[in-house]
């Protein structure tokens, strides 16, 4: 079994940052993925960024490339989502994912586990 836990979220203005964590423990050995997803308010969640656990390599959505960066700390069992010039339309609860055995990052389906989320608000 894996928990996480997401904290970082909270109300900033439009082109502030923002970083997000999320605390993974348990059977963490087994994780070969990471994942940040997002849900706004009437919208299906999707995905922001992921990062492979055996070489590190990452993946970003086109819409907040340039903008976050995704990270990771093994001696803390932590991901970090930095989040820089944000834009009203990233309001959304911020989740995090731990996979097993992820193939496509794209598919939801393929995480086993997830926390229960982070509020990010950026007003205008």
């Known amino acids: 079994q894996v928990q996480v836990v997401e904290s970082g979220g909270g109300l900033v203005q439009a082109g502030g940052s923002l970083r997000l964590s999320c605390a993974a423990s348990?059977?963490?050995?087994?994780?070969?993925?990471m994942a940040w997803y997002r849900q706004a308010p009437g919208n299906e969640r999707e995905l922001v960024s992921a990062?492979?656990?055996?070489?590190?390599?990452?993946y970003y959505r086109e819409f907040v490339e340039g903008r976050f960066t995704i990270s990771r700390d093994y001696a803390k069992n932590t991901v970090y989502l930095q989040m820089n010039s944000l834009k009203p339309e990233d309001t959304a609860v911020y989740h995090c994912?731990?996979?097993?055995?992820?193939?496509?990052?794209?598919?939801?389906?393929?995480?086993?586990?997830w926390g229960q989320g982070t509020q990010v608000t950026v007003s205008s």
């Open positions: 994912a731990a996979g097993l055995t992820v193939i496509s990052v794209f598919l939801q389906s393929e995480y086993d586990y």
């Open positions: 348990g059977s963490i050995g087994s994780i070969n993925n």
């Open positions: 990062i492979e656990n055996t070489d590190g390599s990452t």
